[in-house]
């Protein structure tokens, strides 16, 4: 066979779907921000120096002891019998209302699969978790924004929104919010779940960081507010997302979904498509670590980005001029900072760079665009000297940018 | 919050895409043959008591202590680079055109989400594997059924085709295929990597069995006709796609596909918005038996299943009526049993439950439909002596419905 020479144009084979995916911008200034002298704020890592190493190394013994070649076989779509059966327990349901998904963001785009239809329009918080939208935007989602504040997302825009605009979809990160770090009201959940109820809107609870609440007091989830509005489990509009990439380990990629029958009975077809099952042996290894090392890595986690919050904060109200915003998160990953109007962080990314500190443009979070003077910081995977170090050097960078213009 | 009195309407929620997909038709019928005393040859499995349950314990071990926390940390969405890099050389390709999947299945989904626009006309054997067109399906595709003999595609009705219908994708199992077991003729291989290339017709070749040859000589992949054809990695418009799951285990999800760099490009996209990447311990852990355990194994289950598959036809060829044909596989797991035209064998099925064995019905396999007529075997999870009992309680319930018409 010779050689053609005509080369077959794969840009012009790609589905319309396809065209409207993007790299992600973050993950294109993280390869940026990876070098070895760089103190990143930017990634969404948790703090890999707190994970239960050893504990997981005796939990995959264990259950390829005690399962067998079971724990290396195909198993089923729903998900391991005995981690659904405590999920449900914990969250007072049915296992069969738990599918789970291999990590949160699997979850995400099986929802999105069975859900979103071209044009159909998803109302996200501004900003919003990234992710989401990578996960959702092959669907051909119209996306509307929600106006967000301190307490989370502004329902009575919410309400004023529903009168006029017939929604499919509200995705929400309720607590300590990727990327902002707030969290949505107590009375502001009541609200938002009622009013999506009443107008037929399904609601994706997000809720990743939940458990690593490091002060105040939680509120109920807005599944649990939506249980109580519709009177039962398989009639609830509320969908809820969660995981144990932040409270055990992410690179098990072990997460669920709670929902409705219906719901799950799509979801078990889209995942059959999508990857079979979330592979045997690491259903196995978390369900291993539920009861004893769980809750403790859960205080130790909480403990730990609590104290490196603190930190943070403290030397930002430091070192950063008075003109510039923060967020003070009650637990969870993230704070998010906003500049002066006039400033460009995605600019100002270059300067912060030379000085060897970076973040992450708050511009990719907003579905619509815009943000283009706010930054989201990490704490979490940074030490205590480093957090020290690094926002010195970003104060620095403010000032500087300031001055400079 | 008082209950609400009209629940929300899951079903008029789901998307279009949702309105696609089944339940899988094979997943019902295994539910109703895993009673115990049923001799199953209905399953896919791959036989249980030849796993390396041992070698993949000392491989999580030692991958836990090599990589420590990063073990367990997030990781790239592309994959494991030593991985990735035995991947390519093994096929003698760079390491940047592999892109490590969750399990063939995830792989087939990708391809079908940045590939298929709905209405995309796509190719398939008739029968053909019923995951893909499972993966396939919810990007609303225009099948196209390709005829199919003992030498697998006829490739004349294929390039009459093309001639007249412009298609997208063409999907294969050249080796062993499942459902029927046969192979794809060296010089059809060859026509078929020919006339795609010139019509413009993307192939995705879809290898789980190629290692698991028992008899008869390998031929050269459609991937590896595909480069000689276009002379360049780049330029190749076949994609490959394999797995682990049939050569080392299933359970962990690990596999993989080769293909242009353009595509990779956006598989990586994909694959962020799909899961992030493939649980990072399970790439290592399959990476750590890559030099010692997968060649012993490989040897290990190509001998098993040439033994069972050996037991299994002569079993049939002494129970079976003169008039029932079936295929003799050179590899694989499956072969394809075609009964008299007027018989059905869904409904022969019930039959042979009463007597304790059970198989899957052929006519899933086919996108269009047909196929009543028609079974798969699985001889790879059966002992010996189950394959004799069950094949002898077959023969005798294929003649009892032969008799009563």
């Known amino acids: 066979m010779t050689p053609v020479r005509s080369p077959i144009d ?10 409207r995916m993007n790299a992600s911008a973050i993950r294109e200034i993280l390869k940026v921000t990876q070098q070895p002298d760089v103190i990143s704020f930017a990634g969404g890592l948790p703090a890999p120096e707190l994970f239960p190493l050893e504990e997981v190394r005796r939990a995959a013994d264990a259950a390829l002891t005690r399962y067998g070649s079971a724990a290396l076989q195909y198993s089923t779509t729903e998900g391991h019998p005995p981690l659904r059966d405590w999920i449900g327990r914990q969250a007072g349901i049915p ?12 979850g995400l785009d099986l929802l999105g699969k069975i859900l979103i239809s071209e044009g159909d329009t998803v109302l996200v918080e501004a900003p919003t978790y990234l992710g989401a939208l990578q996960s959702f935007q092959p669907y051909g989602p119209r996306y509307v924004e929600l106006p967000t504040d301190d307490g989370g997302i502004d329902v009575d825009a919410l309400e004023a929104l529903l009168r006029t605009t017939p929604a499919k979809l509200l995705y929400a990160v309720p607590n300590f919010q990727n990327p902002t770090g707030r969290t949505l009201d107590a009375e502001r959940r009541r609200r938002l779940v009622e009013l999506t109820g009443r107008y037929g809107v399904l609601v994706i609870e997000d809720d990743p960081y939940g458990q ?5 007091e939680a509120a109920p989830s807005l599944y649990e507010l939506g249980l109580e509005y519709t009177g039962d489990v398989n009639t609830n509009h509320v969908i809820y997302c969660s995981s144990f990439s932040k409270t055990l380990v992410p690179g098990l990629r072990d997460a669920w979904i709670q929902a409705a029958a219906p719901l799950i009975a799509k979801l078990v077809q889209a995942k ?3 990857d079979l099952h979330t592979p045997t042996l690491n259903q196995m290894i978390v ?5 004893d090392v769980l809750p403790r890595q859960i205080e130790t986690v909480r403990q730990a980005y609590g104290e490196r919050a603190g930190i943070m904060l403290r030397h930002i109200s430091e070192q950063f001029p008075q003109d510039v915003e923060y967020t003070s998160p009650q637990g969870g990953m993230f704070l998010w900072v906003t500049l002066p109007q006039h400033m460009d962080s995605t600019v100002m990314l270059q300067r912060a760079l030379t000085r060897n500190v970076a973040y992450v443009p708050g511009s990719p979070f907003f579905a619509l665009g815009g943000g283009h003077h706010t930054l989201r910081l990490s704490y979490s995977s940074a030490t205590p000297p480093q957090i020290e170090r690094g926002i010195t050097a970003l104060g620095e960078t403010i000032r500087e940018a300031l001055d400079q213009g």
Do not use: K, P
Request: aromatic share 6%.
């Open 287 to 291: 369900t291993e670590l539920l009861d």
């Open 212 to 216: 690593l609440r490091f002060s105040g």
């Open 95 to 106: 296992a069969a209302n738990v599918q789970i998904v291999t990590g949160s963001q699997q």
């Open 10 to 19: 794969f840009t012009a084979l790609l589905s319309d779907r396809a065209r």
């Open 272 to 274: 059959q498509g999508a």
